[in-house]
């Protein structure tokens, strides 16, 4: 479990004004306001954080959302907040649940929000449950061939 994350940004007040109304949707408030840098709340505790520094190579980082709905408010208050659009919102291929939108900030970072949409979508068997579903059908079938049914019927009264 993560206590925080600081991402380097170029100028602090941009990515202030920029994370602010990006991140309102999703819950998250200045609480931890410098010259330097800016820490934002969600929950009660202050887990997101920007700083100046050199931004280096832009990172990504996904914020989970309530709801469909955070998740679509993100992307348009990021938009209107000067991001660019990286992926409107909508169900990805990682998962069958998995909604999402992404947005660049200022300094090219890729922001997301992210919620699991129970119900979307059958989810389909995996490779592990598939093997394990054939191997009981095989024990069972195994089984019953090696007693004849009389012998089991006896058995059972």
């Given at each position: 479990m993560l206590e925080h994350v600081s991402l380097r940004c170029s100028d602090v007040a941009a990515s202030r004004k920029f994370y602010e109304k990006a991140l309102a949707p999703l819950g998250y408030r200045v609480t931890q306001d410098y010259?330097?840098?800016v820490g934002f709340m969600?929950?009660?505790h202050t887990s997101f954080w920007v700083s100046k520094g050199d931004v280096g190579t832009p990172t990504h980082i996904a914020f989970l959302a309530k709801d469909r709905k955070a998740v679509d408010a993100f992307h348009r208050a990021a938009l209107e907040a000067g991001g660019k659009d990286h992926g409107a919102p909508g169900l990805r291929d990682y998962s069958p649940t998995y909604y999402a939108a992404f947005v660049l900030d200022p300094d090219g970072h890729n922001m997301e929000a992210v919620t699991f949409v129970r119900g979307?979508?059958?989810r389909k068997k995996t490779a592990a449950k598939k093997t394990a579903a054939k191997k009981a059908g095989a024990r069972k079938?195994?089984?019953?061939?090696a007693r004849p049914k009389a012998k089991?019927?006896?058995k059972r009264a």
């Amino acid at each position: 479990m993560l206590e925080h994350v600081s991402l380097r940004c170029s100028d602090v007040a941009a990515s202030r004004k920029f994370y602010e109304k990006a991140l309102a949707p999703l819950g998250y408030r200045v609480t931890q306001d410098y010259p330097e840098a800016v820490g934002f709340m969600e929950g009660g505790h202050t887990s997101f954080w920007v700083s100046k520094g050199d931004v280096g190579t832009p990172t990504h980082i996904a914020f989970l959302a309530k709801d469909r709905k955070a998740v679509d408010a993100f992307h348009r208050a990021a938009l209107e907040a000067g991001g660019k659009d990286h992926g409107a919102p909508g169900l990805r291929d990682y998962s069958p649940t998995y909604y999402a939108a992404f947005v660049l900030d200022p300094d090219g970072h890729n922001m997301e929000a992210v919620t699991f949409v129970r119900g979307s979508a059958p989810r389909k068997k995996t490779a592990a449950k598939k093997t394990a579903a054939k191997k009981a059908g095989a024990r069972k079938a195994r089984a019953s061939k090696a007693r004849p049914k009389a012998k089991r019927a006896a058995k059972r009264a």
